[in-house]
């Protein structure tokens, strides 16, 4: 018998298997829908079904760039509502979300908060809250706490998802990535960092582990001085960007690497996004920057080489999309790291649903009992 990709991940998201084992006895979700926008790859359909087991009418929609068809017909098999196709069009996606929004969800969950802000622009009474996967959600949604009004628990926030997911997962699969684009060697390589959050720190390690010359820039004095005690390099933005091979974005802010860079750069140099958004390499303004003469589209690798009128070439690797979901064969991060995080969501989810938090849990850390139930079970399955 021949099976495929969703197979394998179900099969190894153990501590998800085991939470929907529950579900379908305690069904925390009977008589309510969850929407959601989200990555819709392997691993979330495993999330996605856990909750669908546990009750929940589940209506989901894609990131930009990042949802794959096998996922969406697994899904759509399912008999969950699946809106759009995959898109790398804003406007496309944005229309996407507010069809979502207008199914009128009692929960949802959020990555990278573009369900809660078009919530916060038109509430709706039979929300009861949700949860938010992101750091750069979490940044967006604080502001608009007041208006939302509803528990919202960020994932991103907890312990867990911080080690597993963002430091080790994120870490691998962004230098993974730049393997599988490029299929050129790290050692010597002189690679900058942007941003020494978890996500950074990771990305760091897996580069300097495999023979990198690794640099890291954070706006943040004391993030610096903790990434130079580390034993990187940490010079100043304008040098970082010169002496770089490989430039890697991992920050949740917008326009990090812009057209304005472009005399600083070094010949050949890989630019990479790490980030939630495609927003932190600014792709367009480097294509229509007038120093361009002629771009070369390898498609089969995602990766575009802008060749200047003074001979240099630049990589953008999939338009500045996250990288370890582009490209040629995409796989995301670790099937483990997204199955304690996606068990993190489903249990909050839960907690949600069951009114185990009021509307003064807007825009907060996961609890620190939800935290230690999912470590605990997941330790229990791994001995």
């Not at 969950?109 to 919530?119: E, I, M, Q, S, T």
């Not at 338009?319 to 790291?337: K, Q, V, W």
């Not at 997204?338 to 649903?353: K, N, S």
């Amino acid at each position: 018998m021949t099976l495929d990709r969703i197979d394998w991940v179900t099969r190894n998201c153990r501590l998800l298997g085991a939470t929907a084992r529950t579900f379908a006895e305690t069904q925390p979700f009977a008589g309510m829908t969850i929407g959601t926008g989200i990555h819709l790859e392997p691993k979330t359909a495993a999330l996605l079904e856990t909750l669908s087991v546990g009750g929940a009418r589940v209506v989901a929609t894609g990131n930009l760039n990042s949802s794959q068809l096998e996922t969406i017909d697994y899904l759509a098999g399912r008999g969950m509502e699946i809106i759009g196709a995959p898109t790398g069009d804003s406007q496309e996606h944005g229309r996407y979300l507010d069809e979502i929004v207008a199914r009128q969800p009692d929960l949802l969950l959020d990555n990278g908060g573009d369900l809660f802000a078009r919530v916060a622009d038109a509430p709706y009474a039979s929300l009861l809250g949700g949860t938010e996967e992101t750091t750069s959600g979490r940044a967006r949604l604080v502001p608009l706490r007041s208006a939302i009004a509803r528990p919202v628990l960020v994932i991103n926030d907890s312990p867990i998802k911080q080690f597993a997911e963002n430091r080790h997962a994120v870490g691998q699969s962004i230098f993974e990535s730049y393997l599988r684009f490029s299929n050129r060697m790290t050692n010597g390589r002189r690679v900058t960092v942007f941003g020494y959050g978890a996500c950074g720190r990771g990305v760091a390690a897996c580069f300097r582990n495999a023979q990198s010359i690794v640099s890291v820039v954070d706006t943040d004095p004391v993030v610096t001085l903790e990434a130079h005690l580390d034993g990187y390099v940490t010079p100043l933005r304008e040098d970082a960007i010169k002496s770089a091979d490989v430039i890697v974005t991992v920050t949740g802010a917008a326009d990090v690497i812009t057209a304005a860079n472009m005399p600083l750069f070094k010949d050949g140099v890989s630019l990479i996004n790490g980030g939630h958004f495609p927003w932190e390499v600014d792709a367009k303004g480097l294509a229509g920057h007038p120093a361009v003469q002629a771009t070369d589209r390898f498609d089969d690798l995602d990766i575009a080489t802008h060749h200047l009128a003074d001979g240099r070439s630049i990589h953008v690797f999939a338009d500045g999309h996250m990288a370890n979901l582009a490209g040629p064969r995409p796989l995301g991060n670790s099937i483990e790291s997204m199955d304690l995080g996606f068990t993190l969501q489903a249990r909050c989810l839960e907690l949600v649903a069951r009114g185990g938090v009021g509307a003064d849990a807007c825009v907060v850390p996961v609890p620190p009992d939800i935290n230690a139930q999912v470590a605990t079970d997941y330790l229990v399955l791994n001995r």
